[in-house]
């Protein structure tokens, strides 16, 4: 399998900062990288797909990029709405595979 | 508006089998480009796919559950549904049924069902 890992775990950041998460695949993904956002209680929503590919209706503060193993999902001005965990995933290779979220919190 | 609606016992116990069904409103689960998945999260982790079925029948599943699970589909009721055998405690988590595209990311989700294992 695939390992997807994302660092941080936790990020504190404050409305209006640009945050950055980053996700590494254990092997050579190409573009084949979703990023999701999740909301306590709630299911994940898509926000990026083939690594910089904005899914539709989801803010232009948001944008992913890299390629092969090394990810980075941006968020350009942290809104009030942005605080949830955000997971990454792959698709290149059964199975599919996540990583373990990097919660967003308020500072 | 695609919908998905995800049902099922919310408690189960432990050595039975776990049996879930997700209805699809506002699309068809025929379509020829679109997988129908089964994602789960146990309580305060992280997301673990489980399996996926594409509409000619062809499934998809996770090798660590693989021995355990079956997706099918009902095309003339619109349902797809999942049977995890053998459940442990483990195995409590929100399970979440979602379309994917054809390109192996979901785009359309259920709201989840939180099914635990207790005796």
């Known amino acids: 399998d695939i390992q997807m890992t994302q660092s941080p775990s936790t990020l504190s950041a404050s409305v209006g900062d640009r945050v950055t998460i980053t996700c590494r695949a254990s092997q050579s993904i190409s573009s084949w990288l979703a990023w999701y956002q999740q909301k306590p209680g709630k299911a994940p929503k898509l926000l990026i797909y083939?690594?910089?590919s904005l899914e539709s209706g989801v803010p232009s503060r948001f944008s992913g990029s890299g390629s092969g193993t090394e990810f980075t999902l941006t968020i350009s001005s942290l809104q009030p709405d942005d605080f949830a965990t955000y997971y990454c995933q792959q698709y290149n290779n059964y199975p599919w595979t996540f990583g373990q979220g990097t919660k967003v919190e308020i500072k | 508006q695609l919908q998905l609606q995800e049902s099922g016992p919310g408690l189960v116990k432990p050595a039975e089998t776990l049996s879930l069904t997700c209805t699809v409103s506002?699309?068809?689960?025929?379509?020829?480009?679109?997988?129908w998945g089964w994602i789960r999260q146990p309580p305060g982790k992280g997301l673990e796919w489980i399996g996926s079925i594409y509409y000619s029948g062809s499934t998809y599943y996770n090798p660590s559950l693989k021995s355990r699970v079956t997706i099918s589909e009902d095309t003339s009721k619109t349902q797809f549904s999942l049977k995890l055998s053998s459940v442990t405690a483990a195995d409590t988590a929100v399970y979440y049924c979602?379309?994917?595209?054809?390109?192996?990311?979901?785009?359309?989700w259920g709201q989840g069902t939180l099914v635990t294992v207790s005796s």
């Open positions: 979602a379309r994917d595209l054809g390109g192996g990311y979901f785009v359309y």
């Open positions: 083939k690594a910089s």
């Open positions: 506002g699309g068809s689960i025929t379509s020829t480009t679109y997988y």
